[in-house]
Nanobody
C-alpha cells in the first residue's frame, strides 16, 4: 500500500490549507486514518484521527480550526485559522487491510511528510 500526500505550502497567519493523503493498492478497508506533525526540535504529535465509525479526535491546540475527513481511500485535513505554531512537517498514517495473493493482510503506512509553513 502506497500513500501520496500533498497540499502543504506557505500561508499567512489566519489562512487555510487542505492536506490530502491518498492510498493506493489492493485495499480492502482503512479503519484508521491519522495526521501527525513534527515541528523543528519537537517530537512528532498526533494532530487528528478518524475511524471508520466516524469518530474523530483532535489535539487540543487545533480543535475548532482543523477538520479531518475521508473520501474512500483518501484522508483530508482542512486547516483553517492557521497560526505560526502550526508550522511543521505533516504526516499521514493509514492503518487497514489489503489483499495479497488471495490473503488478507494488515498494513500500517506512512505518507511522505508535507511541509506547512505559517508566516507573514
Amino acid at each position: 500500500v502506497q500513500l501520496q500526500a500533498s497540499g502543504g505550502g506557505l500561508v499567512q497567519p489566519g489562512g487555510s490549507l487542505r492536506l490530502s493523503c491518498a492510498a493506493s493498492g489492493d485495499i480492502l478497508s482503512i479503519p484508521a486514518m491519522t495526521w501527525y506533525r513534527q515541528a523543528p526540535g519537537k517530537q512528532r504529535e498526533l494532530v487528528a484521527s478518524l475511524t471508520t465509525g466516524g469518530g474523530t479526535n483532535y489535539v487540543d491546540s487545533v480543535k475548532g480550526r482543523f477538520t479531518i475527513s475521508r473520501e474512500e481511500n483518501t484522508v483530508y485535513l482542512q486547516m483553517n485559522s492557521l497560526k505560526p505554531e502550526d508550522t511543521a512537517v505533516y504526516y499521514c498514517r493509514l492503518q487497514g487491510y489489503y489483499e495479497i495473493s488471495g490473503e488478507v493482510a494488515e498494513f500500517s503506512s506512512w505518507g511522505r511528510g508535507t511541509q506547512v509553513t505559517v508566516s507573514s
